[in-house]
């Protein structure tokens, strides 16, 4: 079976931070560009951030940057996200995917091409 498993999340206080992963199952991460999402009840799923194959470029949604970091490690077949200064805006679901469309980032998310989904981490940000 291919798909991410995400982990990491928990209940953090506001302006609190938190590191979510997801290890990549049945498949070699390396080949993809990979992506964060995340999805509260009733609302569409929104890309937070993305990253090249190589790690070397990056992209995140204006409702993150500055505070999230994506980063990846091909030899652990893992990619992360480093919150930082989190509000309660960001308790959602976070889930990670494999774009299998490219290997470098774009600008915003295209969720079509993304595959591979795990079944999420709940992050709820509140004090």
């Known amino acids: 079976q291919v798909h991410f498993v995400e982990s990491g999340g928990g209940s953090v206080q506001p302006g609190g931070s938190r590191r979510i992963s997801c290890a990549a199952s049945g498949f070699f991460l390396n080949y993809y560009a990979v992506g964060w999402f995340r999805q509260v009840p009733g609302k569409e799923r929104e890309g937070v951030a993305s990253i090249s194959t190589t790690g070397t470029s990056t992209y995140y949604s204006d409702s993150v940057k500055g505070r999230f970091t994506i980063s990846r490690d091909n030899a652990k077949n893992t990619a992360y996200l480093q919150m930082n200064n989190l509000k309660p805006e960001d308790t959602a679901v976070y889930y990670c995917?494999?774009?299998?469309?490219?290997?470098?980032?774009?600008?915003?998310?295209?969720?079509?091409?993304?595959?591979?989904w795990g079944q999420g981490t709940q992050v709820t940000v509140s004090s």
């Open positions: 995917a494999a774009n299998l469309m490219r290997t470098e980032v774009q600008r915003g998310f295209t969720t079509h091409e993304y595959s591979y």
